[in-house]
């Protein structure tokens, strides 16, 4: 069963640029993850602040096992390739869980 989990971050105005450009800088550093599916950075295209990072994975377990993993850790330490000290980009995250209950192929 797939599960899709869903980290919602509020983003301040004009800092949402950085927020792409630091998953950019990480492309590809969780693909040979067990259990993971893929991953998509979604920026809104109206008012809202909020960007969505959705990750598919095989279940619950493999989410749980990177989640719990030292990659994780390191890939969410808030430091810059060169080890500068990087402050967050969002001022808040919340985690969404879900799995999928229908849906179309193409």
């Known amino acids: 069963m797939t599960v899709i989990k869903i ?10 640029d950085e927020l792409a ?5 990480r ?7 067990d ?7 979604l920026k809104p295209t109206d008012e809202r602040s909020t960007w969505l990072v959705l990750t598919r994975w095989r ?3 493999a989410f749980e096992a990177w989640r719990d993993s030292a990659a994780f850790g390191e890939s ?8 500068a000290k990087q402050r ?3 001022t808040s995250a919340q ?3 879900y799995e999928i209950a229908g849906g179309s192929t193409s």
Do not use: K, Q, T, Y
């Open 7 to 16: 980290n919602a971050i509020d983003v301040p105005a004009g800092s949402g």
């Open 21 to 25: 450009h630091r998953f950019a800088a």
């Open 27 to 33: 492309a590809g550093s969780i693909d040979g993850v």
């Open 35 to 41: 259990g993971f599916l893929g991953f998509e950075l």
């Open 59 to 61: 279940d619950d377990a």
């Open 76 to 83: 969410h330490r808030h430091g810059s390739s060169d080890g």
């Open 88 to 90: 967050p980009v969002g």
């Open 95 to 97: 985690l969404w869980s």
